[in-house]
Every structure is written in structure tokens, then in C-alpha cells.
């Protein structure tokens, strides 16, 4: 079974991009003073969904179509491509690997609300974690919903026998969306608990030594492990 949504947005986007709607969009574009710099609306995704960059760049690019994705359905259809490959990880994790359609239609749905309605006078940075928190955060709160209302007269629950790196990612999403943890204490748990990532990997990018990145690792895992405790008795989310 394949995510279906996801890889008709990849096959749109491809067709997208060769439309009359993708000119006009650059010469809406052609007097951003960020927008314009780069040719073409596909390589702007390109370049927001490579692996390397200068995640500064990367970020202004991102801001620029945030301002415009109110109103403007092609910014808001790039910022949505672009984002696409978190998305995609998020809807992984959460149905534990197995394709989900109404899944995959409540990610998409969110996350094309999020960047219609991104705050950016309020948060400016880190805009493609924000939206992928976000969404995140908002599916973990409707599924913790959904499971107390289905458990309510439960005492005791079983215990969970499916992926542990989706509990980590709940337990993350979970404690952020209550504040207790900060989006970059949310961003590096889980880019190194269920990502790729490596601490010494992240202290380079960030031109830190690697003890002040795991003294950040350690801190946020421990704000985390408090947020965890503070839970009522039988909470599991």
C-alpha cells in the first residue's frame, strides 16, 4: 500500500511547474527582493529540500513564501512541496510505517493550514520546523483525544508492542505543544532519537564544540524526562 496523496502532490508539482501558473507566479515574484533571486519556483523547492545549503538562505526563502501563502495559492503550493519530504516523515512515524489514507489527508490538510496562517511577525525562524511541529503536535492532541475518549473506562492499558521511536516522537510532540519544551529542544531530540542526525554532526553544522551540543541534548532530554513525570497517573500522551 503507498501513500497515495503524497505521490500525487510529487506527480502535480512535476506537471505544475511547466504551467502558464508557474510564469505568472515568477512575475508576481520578480520584485521580492528574496523570491527573485532564484530562477525558477522548482528550484526553490530544490533547493529547500536539499540535504546541504545555508539553512539562513533557506529560512528567508521559506519566510518569503509564508508572507505570500495567504493569499497567494502558488506560494503557498511551493512552501507545501517543498515541506512535502517532512510531512511525509511525519505521517510515517505516526501510522508506524503502514500507509494511511486518512492519515495522510488530515497531515495534508493541516499543514496547508498552518502555512496559510503562519505567524511570521511572531516566528520568524525555524519556519519548516515550526510547520512540521505543528502539525505534528496538532495530530498527537486528536489522537490523544480520540484514545482517552475510547479508553475512558479503562483503568489499566496494555502495554504499546508497536515502533518505539513512535513514542518518542509522540512523547516530543506532546511536551512541546504543552510548552514544555522549546522547538529547538523538540528539533534536536528528534533529529537524533528517530532521525539521521548525530550530535557531533549538528555541533559542526552549528559551529559549536560537541560538549556544548550534548550539554543541549542533555538538558532538553531532561526537560523532557520532567514533562514526562509530571503527567498524570495513566497519561500516556
Known amino acids: 500500500m503507498q501513500w497515495r496523496l503524497f505521490l500525487a502532490l510529487d506527480d502535480e508539482w512535476r506537471a505544475l511547474i511547466r504551467t502558464h501558473a508557474s510564469e505568472d507566479a515568477r512575475a508576481r515574484w520578480s520584485g521580492d527582493a528574496v523570491l527573485s533571486t532564484v530562477p525558477h519556483p522548482a528550484a526553490i523547492v530544490e533547493f ?3 540535504g546541504g545549503g545555508d539553512p539562513v538562505a533557506k529560512n528567508r526563502l521559506l519566510a518569503a513564501l509564508a508572507r505570500r501563502a495567504p493569499t497567494d495559492d502558488f506560494a503557498m503550493r511551493t512552501m507545501l512541496q517543498a515541506l512535502l519530504p517532512g510531512l511525509v516523515n511525519v505521517a ?3 501510522a508506524r510505517g503502514a500507509a494511511d489514507d486518512e492519515l495522510e489527508a488530515q497531515v495534508l490538510t493541516e499543514a496547508v493550514y498552518r ?6 511577525d511572531r516566528r520568524p525562524r525555524s519556519v ?3 510547520v512540521t511541529l505543528d502539525v505534528l503536535g496538532t495530530i498527537v ?3 490523544t483525544r480520540r484514545r482517552a475518549a475510547s479508553v475512558r473506562d479503562v483503568v489499566v492499558l496494555p502495554p504499546d508492542r508497536g515502533d518505539p521511536s513512535v513514542e518518542v516522537v509522540e512523547l516530543v510532540a506532546t511536551a512541546w505543544s504543552q510548552g514544555r519544551l522549546t522547538t ?7 533529529s537524533v532519537a528517530v532521525g539521521t542526525d548525530t550530535l557531533r554532526r549538528r555541533a559542526e553544522r552549528e559551529g559549536v564544540s560537541y560538549g556544548a551540543m550534548t550539554e543541549r541534548w542533555r538538558r532538553a532530554r531532561d526537560r523532557l524526562r520532567r514533562a ?3 503527567r498524570p497517573t495513566g497519561s500516556r500522551s
Open 184 to 190: 529547538r529542544d523538540a528539533q534536536l531530540l528528534l
Open 228 to 230: 514526562v513525570l509530571d
Open 48 to 50: 529547500l529540500r536539499g
Open 128 to 130: 519548516a520546523a515550526n
Open 115 to 120: 502555512i496559510r496562517h503562519y505567524p511570521l
Open 92 to 94: 510515517k512515524r505516526l
Open 141 to 143: 492532541r486528536d489522537r
